[in-house]
């Protein structure tokens, strides 16, 4: 495995139909951060908590693309990164999942999905010390909803999950300052929409900050229209359940290899 080559991957045998399901969104969430342009290299990890009583995890295989993720090849892990698929040749990256086990270890039904990337617009609202500003529609939904975490360095140190988790709260975004972006869901759906929306908000920021004087809009405004922006989804069966399947629709067309 030292070329990091893709090898196919069986269907992990005896899992739940509820966990094949799961793998499948997820590996479809990891072809949509391709997709969209989101990716750093090999690095990042969008991973979720295994359906049951157990604290385990998928997450995407170390050294592969995002776009070679299948629902198959996903690695099942514990909550100090262990592989629970001894079957699987591959492995993960222990020192990446450390912010993810902290918000996975917080047991919170909030946070069962856990998306964090290294985007370019991402890594450049990190930097700013302003933050996510209430500039455009989608950036209203983070409106007294988003969280920021200080940089403390490469995050190898199992000491910080602690403060990451105090950092996140109840919120499903945060910034990760000076690093990059993280969103929380109950669902790969819910999580991947904060992220699509944390992610252009983002992008529009950088965009208008560019090209003029930026123009925000007063509390009131931007508060009433955050709640309906997120009360217009939170209608909705399921939050992010319509865009989620829309785009996998879109993957489908594109390359469904993902649902192997």
């Given at each position: 495995?030292?070329?990091?080559?893709?090898?196919?991957v069986?269907?992990?045998?005896?899992?739940?139909?509820?966990?094949?399901?799961?793998?499948?969104?997820?590996?479809?969430?990891?072809?949509?951060?391709?997709?969209?342009?989101w990716?750093?290299?090999?690095?990042?990890?969008?991973?979720?908590?295994?359906?049951?009583?157990?604290?385990?995890?998928?997450?995407?295989?170390?050294?592969?693309?995002?776009?070679?993720?299948?629902?198959?090849?996903?690695?099942k892990?514990?909550?100090?990164?262990?592989?629970?698929?001894?079957?699987?040749?591959?492995?993960?990256?222990?020192?990446?999942?450390?912010?993810?086990?902290?918000?996975?270890?917080?047991?919170?039904d909030?946070?069962?999905?856990?998306?964090?990337?290294?985007?370019?617009?991402?890594?450049?609202?990190?930097?700013?010390?302003?933050?996510?500003?209430?500039?455009?529609?989608?950036?209203?939904?983070?409106?007294?909803?988003?969280?920021?975490h200080?940089?403390?360095?490469?995050?190898?140190?199992l000491?910080?999950?602690?403060?990451?988790?105090?950092s996140?709260?109840?919120?499903?975004?945060?910034?990760?300052?000076?690093?990059?972006?993280?969103?929380?869901?109950?669902?790969?759906?819910?999580?991947?929409?904060?992220?699509?929306r944390?992610?252009?908000?983002?992008?529009?920021?950088?965009?208008?900050?560019?090209?003029?004087?930026?123009?925000?809009?007063?509390?009131?405004?931007?508060?009433?229209?955050?709640?309906?922006?997120?009360?217009?989804?939170?209608?909705?069966?399921?939050?992010?359940?319509?865009?989620?399947?829309?785009?996998?629709?879109?993957?489908?067309?594109?390359?469904?290899?993902?649902?192997?």
């Open positions: 495995m030292n070329d990091m080559t893709p090898v196919k069986a269907r992990p045998a005896g899992i739940s139909d509820a966990e094949w399901q799961l793998r499948v969104e997820l590996a479809a969430a990891y072809r949509m951060v391709d997709y969209f342009g990716c750093e290299l090999i690095y990042g990890h969008l991973t979720a908590k295994v359906p049951g009583p157990d604290l385990h995890f998928l997450i995407n295989p170390y050294g592969l693309n995002y776009d070679e993720v299948t629902a198959s090849n996903l690695v892990i514990d909550v100090e990164g262990n592989k629970i698929d001894t079957d699987n040749p591959y492995g993960v990256n222990q020192a990446g999942f450390v912010i993810h086990s902290a918000v996975h270890m917080a047991h919170s909030l946070h069962q999905v856990v998306m964090h990337t290294h985007s370019r617009s991402g890594m450049a609202i990190a930097a700013v010390k302003e933050g996510v500003l209430p500039i455009s529609m989608g950036s209203t939904a983070f409106v007294d909803r988003i969280s920021y200080d940089y403390e360095g490469v995050s190898l140190y000491d910080e999950r602690d403060r990451i988790v105090e996140l709260g109840d919120n499903h975004a945060m910034v990760l300052k000076n690093h990059g972006l993280l969103t929380t869901g109950r669902t790969v759906a819910e999580a991947f929409l904060w992220l699509y944390l992610e252009r908000a983002a992008q529009v920021q950088i965009d208008a900050g560019a090209a003029g004087t930026l123009n925000l809009l007063g509390d009131n405004v931007a508060k009433k229209s955050g709640e309906d922006v997120n009360g217009f989804a939170e209608s909705a069966a399921e939050y992010g359940a319509l865009e989620f399947a829309a785009l996998m629709r879109k993957m489908d067309k594109i390359d469904p290899s993902f649902r192997d």
